[in-house]
């Protein structure tokens, strides 16, 4: 029997509790890549996981320019240990 390491156990334990939300939860690094995503965002988006997963934001032609910008404030002012805001996107 294989062993998954630390790493993976963590990732897939963080993937199912995030599925159980029902909101959308989008996770992304400092430079704005997805690096997490729960499957009512995928569906909300109408894009599978997999593909969203790994993309920038600026990449991501699905989402308004708006939220961009949004998303990439929230991200600068988190690096700079500044308070972030909650923001809901509406579907189009």
């Known amino acids: 029997m294989q062993r998954k390491s630390k790493s993976n156990t963590f990732k897939d334990n963080f993937q199912e509790l995030i599925n159980f939300v029902s909101d959308s939860i989008v996770v992304f ?43 990439k404030n929230q991200l600068r002012k988190r690096i700079e240990s500044e308070k972030i805001e909650n923001y809901e996107i509406q579907s189009r």
């Open 29 to 71: 690094n400092p430079e704005g890549v997805v690096l997490a995503a729960n499957k009512t965002a995928c569906i909300f988006l109408g894009i599978a996981c997999e593909e969203l997963i790994g993309n920038r934001i600026e990449d991501l032609k699905i989402i308004d320019e708006k939220t961009k910008t949004f998303v």
